[in-house]
């Protein structure tokens, strides 16, 4: 099939219009006029090397001090700098975090808002010898304004991850950062080129620009050009990774506009999700608190550790675990639970030593009269203290954050011990539309 036309359409839509280019041009020539002599201001990121998104106006402006600084003066220096450019075009900030602080910004120009993450960082003469990990960036650009070709065909592989939901190296999604999609089109030529070879991928793949020879154990590998040292893909997770492979397969088999911009997903009603329910025979359970005031990439970290930790307790307790998912809104945070049945066995097997075991006759002075030999070992069958997960979940959970930690649930998310647990369809969960939007998704896997 010829791809051409479909192609072209795709990036049509998804590059900045000549508009768009000559606003971003000029604002950013005001961006950096607004700076001091103090510092050597650069322009990272996607519009640094041209490969932005059509609608997106995002900047990185990165304040570079000198190396002989210590991280406490970069800091300190950095944000007053930084300040100092919002305050001087009248714009908006606050502080978020990385590995040290930086501001994002928002400013009015030409009628239209511009995103601006202002970070400070070492300028240091080898990327080998960063002393924060934001000092590689500026080499990221130089390699990528050098190397790259084809800055569209980046354009179009960024919008393609978007429409699988698999593009932002951030917690939540553990997918393709911008970057990789750069160096997978530096590295295959075109965006065509890269759909047909990962279609061909493996869990495992290594992929570079060099003779490299160091290894990571994860799903994909792409050593940095700048940074032999440095594994580019290093947060794809293994979800990611299948997801971007499954579509560039399905892309090749049968390539579509969808491909890059998918209709918008319609939430799931109450009455389909009931009916999807009891079509496989599972229950929906969720557990629903407070959004605490807290950097969202550590909140998704420490969600996804939560229904780690909370899953296995509830295997434990004798309830099957078919799968997890979590939700984030402005005010709340919902952990979901699909499960084969919200109700368990009243009797259960406890496993003691094996017959010919030194401690055999320990156990049987407790259970002699009860036990039986299953597989050479003791066994017992004994009363479950809990049949009920909803009561369960109850009694885990709405405990003093002390002892919530002491279980192991991250610090950031104590507040779940005054958690509204419900067993779909009870109540409605939530009257958030994106939820149900997320819930559509979940059960169309």
């Not at 511009?114 to 240091?124: K, M, N, Q, S, T």
């Not at 495992?204 to 620009?209: P, Y």
């Amino acid at each position: 099939m010829n791809t051409k036309p479909l192609l072209n359409t795709a990036r049509d839509r998804a590059i900045p219009s000549l508009e768009e280019k000559k606003d971003m041009k000029k604002f950013v020539k005001l961006l950096l006029s607004s700076t001091s002599k103090s510092y050597r201001p650069i322009i990272c990121g996607s519009v640094g090397k041209s490969t932005w998104l059509s609608h997106r106006r995002e900047a990185d402006l990165f304040l570079i001090f000198p190396p002989n600084m210590t991280k406490a003066q970069l800091e300190k220096r950095g944000l007053a700098e930084a300040k100092k450019i919002v305050k001087k075009l009248g714009g908006t900030w606050k502080l978020a975090y990385s590995e040290h602080p930086y501001i994002q910004a928002l400013f009015k120009f030409a009628g239209k808002t511009y995103e601006v993450d202002l970070v400070p960082a070492f300028g240091i003469r080898d990327p080998s010898a960063i002393k924060s990990a934001v000092d590689r960036t500026p080499y990221h650009v130089k390699f990528i304004l050098k190397n790259l070709k084809k800055p569209e065909d980046v354009v179009l592989l960024k919008q393609f991850c978007i429409a699988h939901e698999c593009y932002g190296a951030d917690l939540k999604v553990l997918g393709f950062s911008g970057y990789l999609c750069e160096l997978l089109i530096v590295k295959y030529g075109s965006f065509l080129g890269c759909i047909r070879a990962a279609s061909k991928w493996k869990s495992g793949v290594r992929l570079s620009l060099s003779k490299s020879t160091k290894k990571f154990d994860t799903p994909l590998t792409f050593i940095d050009p700048v940074d032999p040292k440095r594994n580019v893909a290093a947060v794809v997770s293994p979800e990611k990774f299948t997801s971007f492979v499954s579509a560039c397969r399905k892309f090749i088999s049968k390539p579509s506009i969808n491909d890059f911009f998918p209709a918008p997903v319609k939430p799931i009603t109450l009455e389909e999700l009931k009916k999807k329910l009891k079509k496989q025979n599972t229950s929906l359970l969720t557990i629903k608190f407070s959004k605490p005031k807290v950097l969202e990439d550590i909140l998704w970290a420490q969600m996804r550790k939560a229904l780690r930790i909370l899953s296995s307790r509830i295997e434990t307790a004798g309830f099957q675990v078919l799968r997890t998912s979590s939700f984030m809104d402005k005010k709340h945070i919902i952990l979901i639970f699909e499960m084969t049945s919200t109700l368990a066995s009243k009797t259960k097997k406890k496993y003691g030593p094996y017959v010919k075991s030194k401690s055999a006759h320990f156990f049987l002075k407790h259970y002699s009269k009860v036990a039986f030999i299953e597989k050479k070992r003791w066994v017992v069958e004994t009363k479950r203290e809990f049949t009920n997960l909803d009561k369960f979940l109850k009694n885990y959970l709405h405990i003093t954050p002390k002892k919530l930690r002491l279980r192991g649930i991250p610090s950031k998310l104590l507040s779940m011990n005054r958690a509204k647990i419900e067993i779909f369809p009870k109540q409605k969960i939530s009257n958030s539309t994106d939820f149900f939007v997320h819930m559509k998704k979940f059960f169309h896997h």
